[in-house]
C-alpha cells in the first residue's frame, strides 16, 4: 500500500517528467484511500494486529452525553473517612453510533473517555471509517486524520504525526497550507491521549506545526473538529486548558450487544453453535454477565472459548490471563513485564482487599490517597484503576 501512496503523489510533467501533485483533490484521494484500508477492520486478537475482523463486525456500544449545563447528580459512595455526597455532571444516552457522529460534526471540541478496553480506539476508527462514506454526516469533512497518539514519540507535531501514519512523502509545509486552507473542513481524531509520553505532550509546539496540547487547549486549529480519546484520568488536562469540550463516554457492553459481539466473532469461523454455546454460558452467570460489560474481555472469553471450548475452571485464572495482557499492552519498551504486574499487585492489592471486606459493604470506588503515588500511576496506565475528578461540598476528590 505505501507504494501505491508515493506514486499517487507524482503526475506526468510537461516535458516528460514528473511534477509533485500537492493540491487538496490529491491529498484528499490519498486520505481517503488510507482511511478505506486501514479503518475497514478491527483487531480480533489483544496481542497480534495481523488478525482482524470486519468493521461491521463491531457491535454498538453503549454511550452517554454530559448535559451541557450546570446539571449534576449526588452518588454516595463510602470512604475510611466516611461516608461522602458526591456530584457527578449529569448524563444523558446516545441511542446509536449515529447520534455519536450528530454530536461530532456539531461540535468543534468532543472528548471520549472510558476505561480500559472499553472500545474507545474502535470508535475512533468507525468514525474515520464514516467518513469515507458519502451518504455519513462524515463525509461532511473534506480530511479525517486518525492519528494514534502512543506513535508519536520524539515531537508533538500532529503534522508530523500525519506524514509518518498517514502521508508519508508530502511535505510538511504543503501539508501544512492545505490544512490551514481549509481548516473548517478538517477533522482530527486523536486517540489514546493518555498513551502519549507525558514529556512529548508538554513540548513546545515545533516551528511551522501544530503541537497536540495546543489544539487540545484550542490555541490552533480552532475552526477544525478534534475527537480525543482518553481514559479518564487524563480528562482534567484536556478542559484544564479549555473547559467547552463536549464529553461522551462509552460504558461498554450491554449483555444484547456483547451476544452480538460474540455471535459475528464465530459466525467468521462458520461455527455458530460454538458461539451459542459460549453466549449460553455468560448467560448463565450474573459473574459472566457483568464481565461481559468489557469489550475486550468478551473477546478474551471468545479466544479462549474458541480455542478450549471451556472457560477458566477458576475466575482468577482469567483474570491472571486478563492482567498479563493489559500490561503487555502497555509497557515500555526494556520494562520487566513480570516484575510490573507483581508491583500493580503489590500496591493496588491490599486497598482492593480492604475495600472488599469493608464491615459497611463491599467498596469499589476509593480515594486517591489510599493509594501510593506509584501504585495509583501504574495503577490508571494500565488499566486496573480509572481515575475521575469529583466535588464533594467544598472539596475537589479524586
Not at 494486529?49 to 452518588?75: A, C, G, M, W
Not at 469533512?141 to 515531537?155: A, Y
Not at 475552526?223 to 484544564?240: E, N
Request: charge should be neutral; aromatic fraction near 8%; include cysteine.
Amino acid at each position: 500500500m505505501m507504494g501505491n501512496l508515493l506514486r499517487r503523489l507524482w503526475k506526468s510533467g510537461p516535458s516528460g517528467g514528473f511534477a509533485p501533485r500537492t493540491d487538496l483533490t490529491n491529498i484528499q484521494q490519498l486520505v481517503l484511500e488510507y482511511n478505506n484500508d486501514q479503518t475497514c477492520t478491527i483487531p480480533a486478537h489483544p496481542l497480534d494486529p495481523s488478525r482482524t475482523l470486519d468493521i461491521y463486525h463491531f457491535s454498538e456500544l453503549e454511550l452517554t452525553q454530559n448535559v451541557e449545563s450546570n446539571e449534576t447528580t449526588k452518588e454516595l459512595i463510602h470512604l475510611p473517612e466516611g461516608t461522602r455526597d458526591l456530584d457527578k455532571p449529569r448524563t444523558k444516552p446516545l441511542y446509536s453510533f449515529e447520534d455519536m457522529l450528530d454530536v461530532l460534526v456539531t461540535k468543534l471540541r468532543v472528548i471520549l473517555s472510558g476505561r480500559a478496553g472499553f472500545g474507545k480506539s474502535t470508535l475512533l476508527l468507525s468514525v474515520a471509517n464514516a467518513s469515507t462514506d458519502p451518504n455519513s454526516n462524515m463525509a461532511k469533512f473534506k480530511l479525517v486524520f486518525p492519528l494514534k497518539l502512543s506513535q508519536m514519540k520524539k515531537t508533538s507535531c500532529v503534522l508530523e504525526a500525519i506524514r509518518d501514519q498517514i502521508l508519508p512523502g508530502i511535505e510538511k509545509a504543503v501539508l501544512k497550507k492545505v490544512i490551514d486552507d481549509y481548516e473548517a473542513d478538517t477533522a482530527f481524531l486523536l486517540d489514546g491521549l493518555d498513551e502519549i509520553p507525558s514529556h512529548v505532550l508538554n513540548s513546545p509546539a515545533p516551528e511551522g506545526g501544530y503541537g497536540v496540547k495546543d489544539i487540545l487547549h484550542n490555541k490552533v486549529l480552532r475552526r477544525s473538529t478534534v475527537l480525543v480519546s482518553t481514559r479518564p484520568h487524563m480528562i482534567d488536562f484536556a478542559i484544564k486548558g479549555y473547559p467547552h469540550y463536549t464529553r461522551l463516554q462509552t460504558l461498554g457492553f450491554t449483555l444484547d450487544t456483547a451476544q452480538k459481539y460474540i455471535t459475528s466473532y464465530f459466525a467468521t469461523k462458520c461455527d455458530a453453535k460454538n458461539g451459542e454455546l459460549l453466549i449460553s454460558h455468560v448467560t448463565s452467570s450474573s459473574l459472566m454477565r457483568t464481565l461481559a460489560q468489557i469489550p475486550i474481555l468478551v473477546l478474551f472469553l471468545c479466544i479462549i472459548w474458541d480455542n478450549l471450548s471451556k472457560l477458566p475452571d477458576q475466575l482468577t485464572a482469567l483474570y491472571t490471563q486478563f492482567a498479563d495482557v493489559l500490561v503487555s499492552r502497555r509497557c515500555n519498551e526494556g520494562e520487566d513485564q513480570v516484575a510490573l504486574v507483581k508491583s500493580v499487585v503489590r500496591g493496588l492489592g491490599p486497598v482492593a482487599l480492604d475495600g472488599l471486606l469493608d464491615p459497611k459493604g463491599e467498596r469499589l470506588v476509593f480515594s486517591s490517597e489510599e493509594f501510593e503515588e506509584k501504585a495509583l500511576k501504574d495503577g490508571c496506565r494500565f488499566g486496573f484503576l480509572q481515575q475521575e475528578s469529583f466535588t464533594s461540598g467544598l472539596k475537589k476528590m479524586k
